[in-house]
């Protein structure tokens, strides 16, 4: 079985300020690593995802992701926030034999002017 | 846009009383999950399907059951709605391809409220 702890529940970030949000998480086999945005009152939609492959991910908005498997972590950057990114985030995993996704229990990030 | 359907997106009902709530896809993809939103818990799977009449429990599956009957119809049942059960209900759809990479495409969610 596989688990997800995002270690912030909310950050509160200026706009053009950097912000980074923390995943780690717990798996006996191989996994695959998403992180997931919901824009107020939408459903979630995918940011980015490693399957295999570089280490280092990035979305088409700015967003990029480092699996780093000693330390189990799957952090998300972006260097410079706009006031479009207040959004929740979630991290999730699953691996190749599965196709149920586990989430975090979400970060909400609020860029403020 | 993915061509998911959730209906009602809002309700509002007693304990005790039965709710279904539909979700409806375009897509023609083979997977269909339910999952249920709640501050601090994040996303929790409550049940899936692997196709027509193929369904199975995610974490949280106590007190809801579900039907498909057909490919673009997933149903989520509370037989006897309880307080604990206030939540928003996302369903999300993933073709075969990606159901092992994790992509899944989410409905905009139905909002269940217990008195």
């Known amino acids: 079985a596989q688990s997800v702890t995002q270690l912030d529940s909310q950050v509160p970030v200026f706009e053009e300020a950097p912000v980074e949000l923390r995943c780690n998480y717990s798996?006996?086999?191989?996994?695959?690593l998403f992180w997931y945005v919901q824009y107020p009152n939408q459903g979630l939609q995918l940011l980015l995802k490693y399957l295999s492959g570089s280490t280092l991910v990035e979305s088409i908005n700015g967003f990029e992701a480092e699996f780093n498997k000693s330390q189990t972590s799957f952090h998300l950057r972006k260097p410079s926030v706009h006031i479009s990114d207040t959004a929740e985030y979630f991290c999730a995993v699953t691996h190749s034999n599965d196709y149920k996704l586990s989430f975090g229990a979400g970060t909400t990030v609020t860029v403020r002017a | 846009d993915a061509g998911i359907t959730q209906s009602p997106r809002h309700k509002v009902t007693e304990t005790g009383t039965p709710v279904t709530l539909r979700c409806h896809q375009t897509e023609n993809h083979r997977y269909m999950y339910w999952y249920r939103q709640d501050p601090g818990h994040g996303l929790r799977l409550i049940h899936y399907s692997y196709g027509v009449k193929d369904t199975d429990k995610g974490e949280v599956s106590d007190g809801y059951s579900v039907s498909r009957s057909k490919t673009e119809d997933f149903l989520l049942t509370l037989e006897s709605a309880t307080s604990s059960q206030t939540s928003v209900y996302f369903c999300?759809?993933?073709?075969?391809?990606?159901?092992?990479?994790?992509?899944?495409?989410f409905g905009e969610g139905s909002r269940l409220t217990v008195l």
């Open positions: 999300a759809i993933s073709n075969a391809g990606t159901a092992s990479t994790g992509e899944l495409f």
């Open positions: 798996s006996s086999v191989s996994v695959y």
